[in-house]
């Protein structure tokens, strides 16, 4: 059964940090893409970030030069490291596969505000 565990995320003012973790299991992880995703209150999901089975990593342009995306393929976790955080990157926030149809976890909420 394919599950995913988002945590990590919380309450933190502009300009503040936060690490987002995601633990999977039910498939092979180091051999796929895989990405972040968010969602904004009464908007829908987008895509923030994506990196490859080798580690090449890419980003939306709203989070290039302050997010960075990284895998342990060893233990089949992905992360997110978010910089310099904008209320604007107040969302759920989730980690899938970069392609296909797989069910979504929980999420973990940020929130970003003074």
């Known amino acids: 059964q394919v599950q995913f565990v988002e945590s990590g995320g919380g309450l933190v003012q502009p300009g503040g940090s936060l690490r987002l973790s995601c633990v999977t299991s039910g498939f092979t992880f180091s051999r796929y893409p895989m990405a972040w995703y968010r969602q904004p209150p009464g908007q829908e999901r987008e895509l923030v970030a994506h990196?490859?089975?080798?580690?090449?990593?890419n980003y939306s342009d709203s989070v290039k030069g302050r997010f960075t995306i990284n895998r342990d393929n060893a233990k089949s976790t992905l992360s997110l490291q978010m910089n310099m955080l904008k209320p604007e990157d107040t969302a759920v926030y989730y980690c899938n596969p970069r392609f296909g149809n797989y069910p979504w976890g929980q999420g973990t909420q940020v929130t970003v505000s003074s």
């Open positions: 990196i490859s089975p080798d580690g090449n990593a």
